[in-house]
């Protein structure tokens, strides 16, 4: 079955970095469109960035933009996000999701259950 596992998530500083890791099972990442999607503490989900399948376009939330970056490892079939220059907004649970084979029509139909990501000096 479909799994998404998140880890990498913990306290930093603002001004440093993290780089989070979804481990995928059941499915092959590559063929799917994979995305970051982040809670902060009483606020609504925000879309962070997109890996497409195939040649692995990426698109980011501007509020991102240049300080995060998405990547895949299709050999470990994990998704990550490398996070750097981090800012107090930037804390929240981070959750990997992926998309259905037909996107607008599925929309993200699988999410693992977050890792939290605490930007504070």
């Known amino acids: 079955q479909v799994q998404l596992v998140e880890s990498g998530g913990g306290l930093i500083q603002p001004g440093g970095s993290l780089k989070l890791a979804c481990a995928a099972s059941?499915?092959?990442?590559?063929?799917?469109?994979m995305s970051w999607v982040r809670q902060a503490p009483g606020k609504g989900l925000e879309w962070v960035s997109d890996?497409?399948?195939?040649?692995?376009?990426?698109f980011y939330a501007d509020s991102v933009k240049g300080r995060f970056t998405i990547s895949r490892d299709n050999a470990m079939n994990t998704v990550y996000l490398q996070m750097n220059n981090l800012k107090p907004e930037d804390t929240a649970v981070y959750y990997c999701?992926?998309?259905?084979?037909?996107?607008?029509?599925?929309?993200?139909?699988?999410w693992g259950k977050g890792t939290l990501v605490t930007v504070s000096s």
């Open positions: 999701a992926k998309w259905g084979q037909r996107p607008t029509r599925d929309g993200m139909d699988y």
């Open positions: 059941g499915f092959t990442t590559s063929s799917y469109i």
């Open positions: 890996i497409h399948s195939g040649a692995g376009d990426t």
